[in-house]
């Protein structure tokens, strides 16, 4: 069993940066491809980027597009959320995801329905 557990969020003002990490427990050398889905109060989870198991294929909401980047080290087995510019709108627990590993080596996922693994969120609060 994976475990996820991410880490970095907290309170900023509208137009400051946060990066999320988020590690994995997997001592093994598979490669995951992995998401980040979000969750505001009152509204259903979605997605936000997404990275392909190898190749780093990336993809992004249109709503984080050129403002959010995902990344991850392999060595540290860690997943990143590199956030600027954030916004009121962002405000949301967010959640890493990764997906057991199979032959889809290229493709990224934005459904949470095609991820096994997820954390247990970490609060992003952009506030003046």
């Known amino acids: 069993q994976v475990q996820l557990v991410e880490s970095g969020g907290g309170l900023v003002q509208p137009g400051y940066r946060l990066r999320l990490s988020c590690a994995t427990s997997?001592?093994?050398?598979?490669?995951?491809?992995a998401a980040w889905f979000r969750q505001a109060p009152g509204k259903e989870r979605e997605f936000v980027a997404a990275?392909?198991?190898?190749?780093?294929?990336?993809r992004y909401a249109d709503s984080v597009k050129g403002r959010f980047t995902i990344s991850r080290d392999n060595e540290k087995r860690t997943l990143y959320l590199q956030m600027i510019d954030l916004k009121p709108e962002d405000t949301a627990v967010y959640y890493c995801?990764?997906?057991?590993?199979?032959?889809?080596?290229?493709?990224?996922?934005?459904?949470?329905?095609?991820?096994?693994?997820w954390g247990q969120g970490t609060q992003v609060t952009v506030s003046s």
């Open positions: 997997d001592n093994t050398d598979s490669n995951y491809a």
């Open positions: 990275i392909s198991r190898i190749g780093d294929s990336r």
């Open positions: 995801a990764a997906r057991r590993p199979d032959g889809s080596l290229y493709t990224t996922f934005v459904n949470s329905n095609d991820y096994d693994y």
